[in-house]
């Protein structure tokens, strides 16, 4: 999702690419390079028993795959077709072309992570030229994927099943799917275990969120690989090479829906935002503020382990909490409603959610624009966590404004933490531990 704080930490809060290295990062990549030169120093020596030609096809096939990555929600990156090669060439047992004769004992794992990292690396190149990312991270997590099939298959088919029987023995499609679906799966698993690594050090998530959270956005893209792959592995030894130009059609459509269902999210975050500056420029509030709330309030959130969904709602509602101000005849100065009275608090959340309601399609986020106004106790029923959090994201950021003070930020948690009673003291503590890493992300 393009643009959203679920994306990733905002750009100034980066130093430079390196320096922002974390040692995950540093562990993915140096893995990933150890494989590449395994692989290359090996098949530079057996130059000679390479197939070339479903090494060139396959090749091509993850390097078109690479060019057409897909943006997921939440910042994600994906190369589905690059990954159904990848899987595809590491999970083939004969070489189509030569008759069904089989390839196990002389298509080693190490060639299968060769030609995928040069496919990989011929399809980023268009990225970097065009002065995009190269997308390092997501390449070498589908590269230890693509490896952890290929090193686990490879050696069962050698050592296990006698050459001479390996092509009669795939025509039964229960063998193949016995022993292919849970390879599939395998690699499945080792990206996703992976990409929530890495994005659970990003984001400073809880791992079993981000696992969860993982799963939630990539099974659908993992089934339609998965499927994809199982269909090139059983077809190859009939279609032969042919078959890599006919499944790609349906590939580049499930693709585009894909990259679609990412683009209206994108959208509509960036239609959300748009109307959460009407306030800005209106000057009912500070310039920033629905920005800055937004940010703390998605940062408290993961503090508290919720999960990304819930937390979309919460950046939403967020962003649009002080809609309701446009109602007012004289602008609260400075836009502070901390400084009101709680009737008036109250009438403007429950105005700003009346016009978000109006829109038919964000009503949970309407409820959560409602209940900001209410106590966190002695209110009945009791506000939803993610209207606690924007209350009290909302008064912080009232108080402290854009100031990097620590002095003015530690007095405002202390004037919240003295008030139990309107401002929740778990969230309270959240916000503690996200305020000293926003500060010190901006020195």
């Not at 022993?179 to 799966?185: K, N, Q, R, S």
């Not at 993982?214 to 190859?236: K, N, Y």
């Not at 959340?349 to 106790?377: F, K, T, Y």
């Amino acid at each position: 999702m393009a643009g959203s704080t679920l994306t990733s930490q905002r750009a100034p809060d980066r130093w430079s690419s390196w320096q922002a290295l974390d040692s995950g990062r540093l562990l993915l990549m140096s893995m990933a390079a150890m494989l590449v030169v395994a692989a290359f120093a090996t098949t530079t020596i057996e130059v000679g028993n390479i197939h070339m030609r479903p090494a060139l096809a396959f090749g091509g096939f993850i390097a078109f795959g690479e060019l057409l990555r897909l943006a997921l929600p939440g910042g994600r990156e994906a190369a589905p077709i690059a990954m159904v090669g990848g899987l595809s060439y590491a999970l083939l047992l004969t070489l189509p072309g030569r008759g069904g004769v089989p390839t196990a004992q002389d298509q080693s794992a190490l060639l299968v992570i060769a030609v995928a990292a040069v496919g990989m690396a011929v399809g980023a190149l268009p990225h970097v030229a065009a002065g995009r990312d190269a997308g390092l991270t997501g390449m070498c997590t589908r590269l230890i994927a693509i490896a952890c099939v290929a090193f686990a298959f490879r050696p069962a088919v050698t050592n296990f099943l006698m050459p001479g029987h390996v092509s009669s023995l795939f025509k039964s499609g229960y063998v193949a799917l016995g022993l292919i679906t849970p390879l599939v799966l395998l690699g499945w698993l080792v990206d996703t275990v992976i990409s929530a690594l890495i994005r659970a050090d990003d984001v400073r998530a809880r791992f079993s969120v981000a696992i969860a959270d993982e799963v939630r956005v990539q099974w659908p893209l993992g089934a339609a690989v998965g499927a994809s792959v199982l269909i090139t592995v059983l077809g190859a030894e009939i279609m032969g090479l042919y078959e890599l130009a006919i499944f790609l059609g349906p590939l580049l459509v499930t693709q585009v829906a894909f990259r679609r269902y990412a683009g209206i999210r994108a959208t509509y975050l960036q239609t959300v935002r748009s109307l959460a500056r009407v306030t800005e420029v209106a000057g009912y509030v500070e310039g920033g503020h629905s920005n800055r709330v937004s940010w703390l309030a998605v940062a408290v959130g993961r503090e508290l382990g919720m999960p990304e969904k819930e937390l979309l709602k919460v950046e939403y509602a967020a962003l649009m909490h002080d809609i309701g101000q446009l109602s007012l005849r004289d602008p609260i100065p400075g836009g502070a409603t901390v400084q009101v009275s709680p009737a008036d608090q109250a009438r403007i959340a429950e105005l700003g959610a009346d016009v978000i309601a109006d829109a038919g399609v964000l009503d949970d986020v309407a409820e959560l624009v409602r209940c900001q106004s209410w106590p966190a106790i002695g209110h009945d029923p009791a506000p939803p966590l993610g209207s606690m959090i924007i209350r009290v994201a909302n008064a912080f950021d009232d108080m402290v404004g854009a100031s990097t003070d620590r002095e003015r930020s530690q007095a405002a948690l202390q004037c919240m933490r003295a008030n139990p009673i309107e401002y929740n003291t778990r969230v309270v503590g959240a916000l503690s531990e996200v305020a000293g890493r926003r500060l010190a992300w901006r020195l």
